[in-house]
């Protein structure tokens, strides 16, 4: 009888597992990890308590926070990668030929090592390639002392408890937003709304305050439990979220990326926000 993994995200609600293999467990220098298999999602790590991937549903996730910006922007060419020490973000941002350079900031060393022994479909070889640079450090650290400015910035990081809270401050966004070339784009990882939805206040009013247009668009990732997951979206030029179907498409087809999620008609309608998201969003005015 396998033991059961009990996601700690909620007090009063959560998701289980069967952990029918136990396959890495540790305290690393910043947070618990666990890394076990389950029939229904193949391998699964968690972070302090809380799912942060499965082989089966990360594809989803990872290319709807990854490929809206990146065909969204007319022409990005460098990206910075706050957190996703597994790597699928990674994955996904190399799939874009004409970028030039990705750095990648992951406060972690352990998630990446673990996550190649154990998840190496997500990162594919991702880290090791040429247009990729790995620091290991804190994101706030890092956009703190940057120079380099990136036409896109990713914040893949855990929920805003333990070493991700502060990627959820009015600093990190303000000193994100100086990392940023003019008409760049950012986007990050900002819980389900139906579950956590102070986040979707906080980051209103935090992240809004540097940008001209903060808004957000949503995906529903099975094992992020409660509903759909709202992903943050912050640039000066309004008209990157407003880009038509039409041209979405052909920078799709154009970039010859294959998806099992991600689409255009799925890009043009993340942005649509559900009623009570958008009544959430007017308190904030
Ligand atoms: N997709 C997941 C989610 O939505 O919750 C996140 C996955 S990824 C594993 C989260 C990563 O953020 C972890 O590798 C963690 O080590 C990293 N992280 C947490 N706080 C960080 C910080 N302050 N700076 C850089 N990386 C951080």
């Not at 874009?96 to 900031?105: N, P, R, S, T």
Request: proline share 4%.
């Amino acid at each position: 009888m396998s033991s059961k993994y009990l996601e700690s995200l909620y007090p009063s609600y959560g998701q289980s597992f069967n952990m029918d293999k136990v396959l890495f467990e540790s305290k690393t220098e910043h947070q618990h990890l666990v890394i076990f298999e389950n029939e229904q999602f193949g391998r699964v790590m968690a972070l302090d308590g809380i799912i942060q991937t499965t082989e089966k549903d990360e594809f989803i996730y990872h290319e709807m926070l990854t490929h809206v910006p990146l065909l969204a922007h007319q022409n990005p060419k460098k990206v910075l990668i706050i957190g996703g020490g597994d790597g699928g973000i990674l994955r996904e941002t190399l799939k874009h030929q004409q970028l030039e350079k990705i750095v990648q900031v992951e406060i972690d060393r352990a998630v990446i090592d673990m996550c190649k022994e154990y998840f190496p479909n997500h990162s594919q070889g991702a880290f090791d390639d040429p247009r990729a640079t790995i620091v290991i450090d804190d994101g706030i650290h890092f956009v703190r002392e940057c120079q380099e400015k990136f036409d896109i910035i990713i914040s893949d990081s855990t929920d805003p408890i333990g070493p991700g809270e502060v990627l959820f401050t009015n600093d990190f966004y303000r000193l994100a937003k100086n990392c940023l070339n003019e008409g760049g784009i950012m986007v990050a990882q900002n819980g389900v709304v139906m579950m956590q939805p102070d986040e979707v206040v906080n980051t209103r009013l935090r992240m809004g305050q540097y940008f001209a247009e903060q808004s957000f668009y949503t995906v529903a990732v099975p094992t992020y439990v409660g509903g759909a997951m709202t992903l943050a979206w912050g640039t000066d030029e309004p008209q990157h979220r407003q880009t038509d179907l039409e041209t979405v498409r052909q920078r799709y087809v154009a970039s010859g990326i294959k998806t099992r999620y991600y689409n255009p008609e799925m890009h043009t309608a993340a942005f649509a926000l559900p009623q009570y998201v958008i009544e959430l969003l007017k308190k904030t005015s």
